[in-house]
């Protein structure tokens, strides 16, 4: 029988990857990695905390990658390319590999959002963020690339501590 996984007493990771100037509206969003702590391989399952004015990430696509986002608490702006809409506790939403249409969840309220997310793990995966200069590219050792294919040259977590 598999264990219940205790999501108090997981390690929360705060912060983000992203690169300076991009990492200002994700480096307060909490990640608890749920899939991991179930040793799942073959897709990955976050809880994350939004707080109040924190996205979920940069608005973003994946080449190879199904998202998969189910809205837990609070009522966070469900930004897809152009157009926006409010969602709520019980929401949830998909996004298929290789739409070319950035998306992302926003905190623009005055409480915490709670999400579960779920995505696939597949090798050679990029993301990209339209009107960007950044792609993200899980073959390469800085991950984070500008346009040009040139790789940052700062990557670490970001906190809200960090300017």
């Known amino acids: 029988m598999t264990k219940k996984i205790d999501i108090a007493a997981l390690p ?12 200002q509206n994700t480096k307060a969003r909490v990640k608890r990695a749920l899939g991991d702590a179930a040793g799942l391989t ?4 976050n809880q994350t905390l939004l707080p109040p004015g924190t996205w979920s990430a940069l608005p973003h696509w994946h080449e190879k990658e199904d998202e998969f986002v189910y809205i837990i608490a609070g009522n966070p702006t469900l930004v897809y390319g152009d157009s926006e809409e409010q969602l709520a506790p019980g929401d ?22 709670i999400v579960l997310e779920i995505g696939s793990r597949m ?11 950044l792609v993200a590219d899980t073959t390469t050792p800085s991950f ?16 809200p501590e960090d300017d």
Do not use: W
């Open 12 to 23: 929360a990771k705060t912060g983000t990857m992203y690169p300076p100037p991009h990492h």
């Open 92 to 113: 949830c939403v998909g996004f298929k590999a290789g739409e070319e249409i950035g998306h992302c969840l926003q905190n623009r309220t005055d409480s915490d959002v």
């Open 123 to 133: 090798a050679g995966e990029r993301a990209f963020y339209p009107g960007l200069d």
């Open 42 to 45: 073959q897709f990955g399952v």
């Open 144 to 159: 984070y690339l500008h346009l040009d294919g040139s790789p940052y040259e700062d990557v670490r977590r970001r906190g």
